[in-house]
C-alpha cells in the first residue's frame, strides 16, 4: 500500500543542454551575405560540433565568426543579439557583445531562459537564434536555430533534514500530467531534457506492511 507524503513542493522554473549534436552549414546565399557585410562561417559550436539541442543553465556555447577586417576592422565591437522564438512569440533572450581580435570573435555563453517559459499549463520547448552587427552597421544574417530544453535537479529531504535516498518521486505538471521520478543514493532528482515549464513534485513512501492477527 501506498500514501503520498507531500514534501516542500514548489515551482521548478526549469533550467533547462547539450546532447545530440548535428552537422550544418549555412545555404550559400545565406554564406554570401555573411561575406559580404564582413562576417564568414558565423556559427555556435559544443566540443566543435552545431548542436541539435540545448539545455538553459548546463550548456556552453561558443559563438564565433571569421571576420573581414577590409569591412570590420580589429579593435571593433561585434553585438551579438541572441533571440528567442516560442510558439511564434519572438522576443530577446540576451544581448552580448565580443571584440574583434586577430580577425576573429569568439564569445563563450551557458544559455539562459526567458520568464515570458513560464506560464501556468503550458510547456514549451523554443529555438534560439543569434546574429551579429558591428559597430560600423554592418550585420549578418541569423545562426542555424537551436531547440532549447529544461532540467530538474533538487535534493529532497524530510522537515527533519533526512535525505530521502531512493525513494519513488512523483512530478506534477501544472496541466494535470504528471512524470514518475526516483531519488539517488544522494537523494537527488535529476531529470533532464524536460519542456520548459513549472513542476511541483511528492514523494511516495511504502507503508509497513500491517501484523498477521494470531
Known sequence: MKSVVKMVVGTALLAGLF??????????EAEAKNVENGFVNASWTVDGKTPAKVMVG??????????????????SNVNIEVNYDNNGKTGLVELLSATVENGRINKEWTVKDNSA?????????????????????KGS????????????RTQVKNTDGELKRNQKVVIYKSDGTTLDAKTDGDG????????????????????????NAE
Open 58 to 75: 548546463k550548456s556552453k556555447l561558443n559563438i564565433s565568426s571569421q571576420i573581414d577586417t577590409s569591412k570590420i576592422p580589429n579593435g
Open 19 to 28: 546532447i545530440g549534436c548535428k552537422s550544418t552549414s549555412f545555404t550559400k
Open 188 to 211: 537527488y532528482i535529476d531529470l533532464n531534457w524536460l519542456p520548459l515549464g513549472q513542476y511541483s513534485f511528492e514523494l511516495l513512501k511504502d507503508e509497513p506492511a500491517a501484523a
Open 141 to 152: 544574417v541569423a545562426s542555424e536555430p537551436v531547440h532549447v530544453y529544461g532540467f530538474i
Open 117 to 137: 517559459f513560464y506560464q501556468k499549463g503550458v510547456y514549451s520547448v523554443p529555438t534560439y537564434t543569434f546574429k551579429l552587427s558591428a559597430e560600423n552597421g
